[in-house]
């Protein structure tokens, strides 16, 4: 585990998240009137969430905590930034949202923090790259299920960075370190502080979750992505492609894993 390295994400993500909540892509505007954040495969894949307790890790400005909020969970949503947990905050309050609660801390020391088990455990786009141990990650989401609540994670599927960075391959262990590179929503903007990246392949994500004791439902992969990689991408309904149409590889990854009762 890297705490220091952790501590450095937080400087990172507080810079971002002012950018994110002010740019368009950022969609605080039209949250407020009324959008959901969330998307087909999400929707579909966890079902209704009416009446059921859900831990949202890693959730930014909360967008999506409070999109399940809206559809009738009790949500908790947990990040590492200040800027995302103040903004969740205000976002709740601005949209008169009840059952939803927001708390600072890193994700790999929430043990304790929160005393309440859950139904259901979420964590979507662009999070597992920010964890420096899977394994604790996955302990920590064990740890926060009831029996027969159930994890499910959606994010980018971790053989994009041999095709996004020539720095990393599938396989590295040794974290990236950057500075200075492209935000991803507002592509013009140079991000300040130094980000550290961890690379964790499909099979460490999978046996993680299995070590952890949680019984896994499913494994899916997507030959379309949750962002725009490049400027020629296009957009279909919630999903970005490459020129020429579905991706040669797989561009996200979801899994669902149920704690035994
Ligand atoms: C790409 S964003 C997630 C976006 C999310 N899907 C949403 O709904 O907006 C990644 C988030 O992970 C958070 N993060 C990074 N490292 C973390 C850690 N160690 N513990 C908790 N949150 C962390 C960042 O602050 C950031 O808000």
Known sequence: MSFNDHQKNRVAWNEMVE??????????????????????IELNEVGDVS????????????????????????VFGVDISDNSID?????????KIENASFIREDVLKLQGAIKEKFEIVFQSYGTHVWISDIYKWAEVVASYLLPGGFLYIIDQHP????????EMTYFS???????????????????????????????EIINAVIKSGLSIEFVHEFDKGFYQVEDDWYQEGDYWYPPGGPCRYPLMFSLKAHKPQ
């Open 19 to 40: 950018v994110h909540i002010k740019h368009p892509s950022g969609k605080l505007k039209e949250f407020l009137s009324g959008w959901c954040s969330l998307k087909e």
């Open 51 to 74: 009446g059921k307790t859900l831990l949202h890790l890693m959730c930014q400005y909360g967008l999506d905590s409070l999109s399940w909020a809206k559809r009738g969970a009790k």
């Open 87 to 95: 903004n969740a905050k205000m976002i709740k309050e601005k949209s």
């Open 159 to 166: 053989i994009c960075v041999i095709y996004q960075t020539q």
């Open 173 to 203: 262990r040794e974290p990236q370190r950057y500075k200075g590179e492209n935000d991803y929503l507002d592509r013009q903007y140079k991000i300040k502080n130094e980000l550290v990246e961890w690379q964790h392949p499909l099979s």
